[in-house]
């Protein structure tokens, strides 16, 4: 059983910057995929954006050009670098893995306000 855990959340104003982690408690060696997620009040959870274990990358419109996804194998932790942050934004973040089963950690909340 892995487990994920997110950090790195917190409250930005708009036009700012935060970096989260999903750090997992074991080697993310095997996770052919891993991602970022967001849930927004009253809103179904969105993807935002995923990486294979190949480094190939991919994003959500609303995002592109504004985050970089990111892992490290030997840290055993993934990235989510978010620049020019809007309010729109503003949503609980959660990171994914895909192996053989699917894993996901407990969401770091991001605040995106003046």
């Known amino acids: 059983q892995v487990q994920l855990v997110e950090s790195g959340g917190g409250l930005v104003q708009p036009g700012g910057s935060l970096r989260l982690s999903c750090a997992a408690s074991g080697s993310i060696f095997s996770f052919g995929i891993m991602g970022w997620y967001r849930q927004a009040p009253g809103k179904e959870r969105e993807w935002v954006a995923i990486?294979?274990?190949?480094?190939?990358?991919n994003y959500a419109d609303s995002v592109k050009g504004r985050f970089t996804i990111s892992r490290d194998n030997a840290r055993n932790t993934m990235y989510l670098q978010m620049n020019s942050l809007k309010p729109e934004d503003t949503a609980v973040y959660y990171c994914n893995a895909v192996g053989s089963y699917s894993y996901w950690g407990q969401g770091t909340q991001v605040t995106v306000s003046s």
């Open positions: 990486i294979t274990s190949g480094d190939t990358t």
